[in-house]
């Protein structure tokens, strides 16, 4: 059964660092998702995809992040430089269509030290 | 805006038992998807179920299934025989149906529910 993949794992950083975290959805999705989830508290959206540009970002998504699809596989989201508030774990999701099921990649825990 | 609640923190429930995790959401959008997540200690987002704002019947998956009250605006989930590994974190979500096809649709989560299946 296809998935979504996540690397790293866990990525543990220093604050004012550059961090990019890599995604490989579903190879028939065509929308793209990352959300994060800060430890002990809800999901939440950060960035939608599609069609090579970003469909919508929410107010966390600010100048500091930024998102790619560099080839036809991988779907990365940068944090230019990190702070400690950007420690969570987060999330890639993908869907073939958009009013489908997202389905969600394993996570990458970034710490920020 | 679309905005989720579910008012458990947590819930204990029998090994065999039925339970219950409620989620009420809020909406001014006409047609919209509900969906319910596991979330286990490992950390990932597991999909559950789905049920759409327009669905005559209520969605089931195997032990799942989702008890929609669209006039109260609730989608509560109903796990029947629960087993240890049902023990996780449940997140109840919605995403509304944009009218313009090109836009993708993100989902707004509930706080969750820590369900512990036991002995």
């Known amino acids: 059964e296809p998935e979504v993949t996540q690397t790293p794992s866990h990525q543990v950083t220093q604050m004012g660092q550059e961090v990019i975290l890599r995604c490989v959805p579903i190879?028939?999705?065509?929308?793209f998702y990352w959300y994060r989830q800060i430890l002990g508290q809800k999901v939440e959206f950060l960035v939608s995809?599609?069609?090579?540009?970003?469909?919508?970002k929410s107010e966390i998504f600010d100048d500091q992040f930024s998102v790619e699809r560099p080839d036809g596989s991988n779907f990365t989201l940068k944090i230019r430089s990190t702070k400690l508030e950007d420690s969570a774990m987060y999330f890639c999701?993908?869907?073939?269509?958009?009013?489908?099921?997202?389905?969600f990649g394993p996570g990458t825990r970034l710490t920020v030290l | 805006a679309q905005k989720i609640t579910q008012t458990q923190p947590g819930m204990f429930v029998q090994e065999k038992e039925a339970v219950t995790l409620d989620c009420t959401y809020d909406?001014?959008?006409?047609?919209?998807?509900l969906f319910w997540y596991k979330q286990p200690s490992s950390g990932e987002m597991i999909f559950l179920i789905y049920?759409?704002?327009?669905?005559?019947q209520n969605a089931t998956e195997g032990r799942y299934s989702l008890n929609f009250q669209k006039a109260r605006k609730s989608a509560n989930l109903v796990i029947s025989a629960s087993q240890l590994g049902d023990s996780a974190m449940y997140f109840c979500?919605?995403?509304?149906?944009?009218?313009?096809?090109?836009?993708?649709?993100?989902?707004?989560f509930g706080t969750g529910t820590r369900l512990q299946v036991t002995l």
């Open positions: 999701a993908s869907s073939r269509l958009r009013t489908d099921t997202q389905y």
């Open positions: 190879s028939n999705h065509l929308y």
């Open positions: 995809f599609y069609n090579n540009e970003i469909s919508e």
């Open positions: 909406t001014s959008d006409q047609s919209y998807g």
């Open positions: 049920q759409g704002s327009y669905d005559e």
């Open positions: 979500a919605m995403r509304p149906v944009p009218l313009n096809t090109g836009t993708a649709s993100k989902l707004t």
